[in-house]
Each structure stands twice: as structure tokens, then as C-alpha cells.
């Protein structure tokens, strides 16, 4: 497998990611993990939560979450990382199973769900003493999540219509770059091609958080539109062959672009060189916001 990096390829995939651009960010804090008093003996929740004084009320998207912590960003893409414990009360309204409201576990709590977020403040640390959400949208975050089978076209405007919401959803930190080659005029994945491809989306499964963006290239041979359709067929080619056969979700990729004979790796000047640059680069990412949370 062939794994290159370089600073100004990753701007210029950045920038063709079809998102929003990024906005302000609060300082996260850490949530906290089990609460504890002298002799390491856990404090009773109900009444720490019952006498704690009431916290901000968050609205916003779940961007990420670990054990007993959530992320939320709101529209302004400020981030806040809120605890939760089983005294939390998580609550979906309007239509969910045909139920007016539904008391939900922990196991709700999806990325992508829009939530609104009654909390306390214990120390230093933000608590969730309520979570509401829509029914509709538990429907679709559950959907995208469990990649059920109503059709590729639905699940990719359910994601999308998640994803908008998250307002810093195009700051990345580039995990690893993997290329794969073709031959000159073609788009079909050798044997080489398809084991890279599969062992960059294991690598990235080991990743939390993380999201692929593919970007197809040619080399100088051809006119600027046989070229851009060159390289968008190269693109569907390996995002369809991880998909299918690499096992990688569509939720968990960024929109697919060409970029023609853009950005060569190496001068087209000679076989090597041009060589070099028919290649489709599959691309790890996570969010700055998300990363290491």
C-alpha cells in the first residue's frame, strides 16, 4: 500500500468537500466519569443532580460520544461536551412508536441526532439532567446508523440532512492518504488496487470518528472534459468497490469528486510521471472537533 501526505493536496481535498464552513469553537470541557467523595465511594446521582445548580441549556447536534459523554455542536458550531448518568431523563416527543412521549435509554443517544439539553453544574462539569428529542429524527438517526436496507438514494439524504447541521463539519486533520493506479484511459481496479483499498478502510475502522474522502485524477493524456469524467468515474469506482466489497458504510464518507489532471503528483512530462498521477487518493479523515475526544 502506497500512503503519501502532502499539506497543500490536503487544503485543496478539503475545499471540495461539499459542507459548511467552520465557525467559532468553545473550549470543550471534559464531562465527568464516576463521581467520588473521601474513601473512593460513588456519590448517590439523584441527589447530587437534585442539589446541583441548573447548568445552560444546550441545542444542538450529537457530533460525538464516549461512554457517559456527548458532544453537542450547535448551528453556531460551538461545541460543548455534557455528561450523563442513568438518572438522566431522555425523552423523545411527538410521534415516536405512535406515543405522544417516549422515555428512551442511553443507547438513543446517536451522532447526528438533534437534541436540546436541560443540565446542572457539578464542579466544574456539565450534567445532562434532561435530553429531548424528535421522534422523526431518532427514526432517521437509527436508520443511518443500523445502514438499513430502504435504498442507498434515502439513506444518503437522511445523512446529508443530518450532517448539514453540523456547522464545522469541513475541519479535518488528515489521518493518511492511500493511492491507488490505473491504467491510461481506464477506471478498473487492479489486484494491487482493491487489497490497498480494503486495508485503508480496516485502518480507518480502527479510527474513531473518522470519515473517507475519495478524489479521482488523470494524468495530461485527453481534454480537460474526457479527463473529468476520467477521474469522477475512477472515484465512483473505488467509492462503490469499498462499499461493497470493503464493507465501508456511505454514511461514514464525504461526497466523491474528480479533479482531472489537478494536482499531479509528479511531472506528466514522462511515462513515469504521468503514471504516478492516474491514480484516486482515499483519504482518512476526523474532525478537528472530534478528534481525541
Keep these: 500500500m502506497r500512503t503519501n501526505f502532502h499539506p497543500a493536496t490536503a487544503s ?11 465557525a467559532s469553537v468553545l473550549a470543550q470541557q471534559e464531562a465527568p466519569g464516576d463521581i467520588v467523595v473521601s474513601g473512593q465511594q460513588e456519590i448517590d446521582f439523584a441527589t447530587a443532580m437534585a442539589e446541583a445548580p441548573a447548568g445552560p441549556e444546550i441545542e444542538g447536534v450529537i457530533s460525538a460520544r464516549r461512554d457517559n459523554r456527548l458532544q453537542v455542536t450547535a448551528e453556531d458550531g460551538v461545541r460543548t461536551v455534557i455528561g450523563f448518568n442513568e438518572v438522566t431523563e431522555i425523552r423523545a416527543s411527538k410521534g415516536l412508536f405512535g406515543i405522544a412521549r417516549e422515555s428512551l435509554g442511553g443507547e438513543a443517544l ?25 421522534g422523526s429524527d431518532l427514526k432517521t438517526a437509527n436508520m443511518i446508523h443500523n445502514a438499513t436496507a430502504q435504498g442507498f438514494a434515502e ?8 450532517r448539514s447541521r453540523v456547522s464545522d463539519i469541513d475541519q479535518y486533520n488528515v489521518k493518511g492518504t492511500t493511492n491507488v493506479y490505473f491504467d491510461t484511459g481506464k477506471a478498473a481496479l487492479s489486484a494491487n488496487g482493491k487489497a490497498d483499498l480494503c486495508a485503508t478502510t480496516a485502518a480507518a475502522d480502527d479510527m474513531d470518528n473518522a470519515l473517507i474522502l475519495v478524489v479521482g485524477y488523470t494524468d495530461s493524456t485527453g481534454d480537460y472534459d474526457y479527463n473529468q469524467q476520467l477521474s469522477e468515474k475512477r472515484a465512483s469506482r473505488v467509492v462503490n468497490y469499498i462499499q461493497q466489497n470493503c464493507g465501508w458504510k456511505p454514511y461514514r464518507m464525504l461526497t466523491p469528486t474528480g479533479m482531472s489532471e489537478a494536482d499531479p503528483m509528479a511531472s506528466n512530462d514522462t511515462a513515469s510521471g504521468k503514471a504516478q498521477n492516474r491514480r484516486v487518493a482515499v483519504n482518512i479523515l476526523v474532525s478537528k472537533g472530534l478528534d481525541g475526544l
Design 12 to 22: 485543496l481535498l478539503l475545499a471540495s468537500a461539499a459542507f459548511l464552513t467552520p
Design 110 to 134: 446517536l451522532n447526528g441526532l438533534p437534541v436540546t439539553v436541560k443540565t446542572v453544574q457539578l464542579g466544574n462539569d456539565l450534567v445532562a439532567r434532561q435530553i429531548k428529542l424528535k
Design 155 to 162: 439513506q444518503t439524504a437522511a445523512t446529508e440532512a443530518l
